[in-house]
């Protein structure tokens, strides 16, 4: 119940700082943002720079050629700030809620959760293994044909595997009393 | 193609959700009776392939960014339907789980590629059923067809949401960039996209799983 009301007050949130387009407030609400975020990480930051890193790359590359083209430079520092804190609201959330949890009310959107996160998991574990194979075999950098044969050969192999591994799932899930509603 | 937050209007994504939510709700119905002990993994592994397949995106300087999507497969193999929830959920999990696309951009990328990509795969498919290549040409027009949507959705705001500067508040490109911008961006992409539909489709019913 508790993360179901977190995640209906953090739409409420999002709608809010998405309608603001005073600068003046959109600051006061970053440094609130960042504030909150600090306590929350307790000082383990490496790992959260990441995302506020990559909104901000979006923002500069979608407003510096508008605010170049048109000569509205505040549309660039509104831009950001405005992604800045969408996306620090964002990290705060989701450290702090259980999303299985809150999405929680049907049993077999639940299911269909729980196979594909786990397969997401498994996918980005073997897309990181795979560019570390491939680099480790080719000193000099792999060619184009390389990584086509190879990503082909590895893709076909992990799909055929993945489909295994949810068969087994599901019956897992199926024997531990989780039926389809 | 993913738009990430701050981009869209409130004007703009909050109707959008309502009408997400209304066709999930109607979908749900239809969704149900795919399921069974032998489609769950299925579904899952094609949605999971989706979410794969559209975290692999490039940026735009004209606005949002370029990726493949994945909802050919799901939508030949079990139905628009299906395939539209399925991505309205590999969506949600990309938007909490690597930030790609937002919360508040959810439902805009959730109508552009799950729904109208979806629905235009299956009836493009449906149209050409006997026809040799009419998985390559699903997989290849429902791309093209979400990007149009899309550029469409993203080219109206700096119309619509300006201040009295005529300073864009959110997206600042018009109709005349984005439509070009995205469909040639995405010719690429449709074609790829098309040929692994054609290998995906072709390998699910060689393990005699017919959807």
Known sequence: MKDRFLLLLYMLALVLLASLSSIKYL???????????????????????????FALFTAFFISTPYALWTGHYSYALLLTLRVLNLTLLTLLVLRNINLYLAFGFSKTLSQLLVLTSS??????????????????????GPQRRDMINFSGGIGLYFFDRALRDSEEVAKAMKSRGFYID | MHVPDGFIAP?????????????????????????NERSIPYLAT?????????????????????????????????????AYLCMCLVFL?????????????????????GFVGSFCAYGVYS??????????LSGFISTLASALFMSVV????????????????????PLSITIPLLLTSHIPVALVEGLLTQAIVSFVRRRGFEG
């Open chain 1, 27 to 53: 600051l006061l609400f970053l440094f609130l943002l960042l504030l909150a975020n600090a306590i929350s990480l307790r000082g383990n930051f490496r790992r959260a720079i990441r995302p506020p890193l």
């Open chain 1, 119 to 140: 397969h997401i998991l498994l996918y980005r574990r073997v897309f990181s293994e795979f560019k570390d194979s491939l680099r480790s075999r080719s000193p000099e």
């Open chain 2, 11 to 35: 004007q703009v994504f909050l109707p959008a959700y309502g009408l997400v939510i209304g066709l999930a709700l109607y979908g749900f119905k239809r969704f149900k009776e795919n399921l």
């Open chain 2, 46 to 82: 094609l949605s999971a392939y989706a979410f794969v397949l559209s975290s692999l995106s490039l940026p735009l300087p004209g606005g949002t960014s370029v990726h493949g999507m994945g909802f050919a497969p799901l939508s030949i193999l079990f139905g628009p339907w299906t």
């Open chain 2, 93 to 113: 999990l990309q938007a909490v789980l690597l930030g790609h696309g937002g919360i508040t951009t959810y439902s805009v990328n959730a109508l552009a590629i």
């Open chain 2, 127 to 136: 149209l050409l059923t006997k026809r040799k290549y009419a998985t390559f």
């Open chain 2, 154 to 173: 993203l080219g109206i705001h700096p119309y619509l949401f300006t201040d009295v500067d005529g300073k864009a508040l959110y997206f600042p490109y």
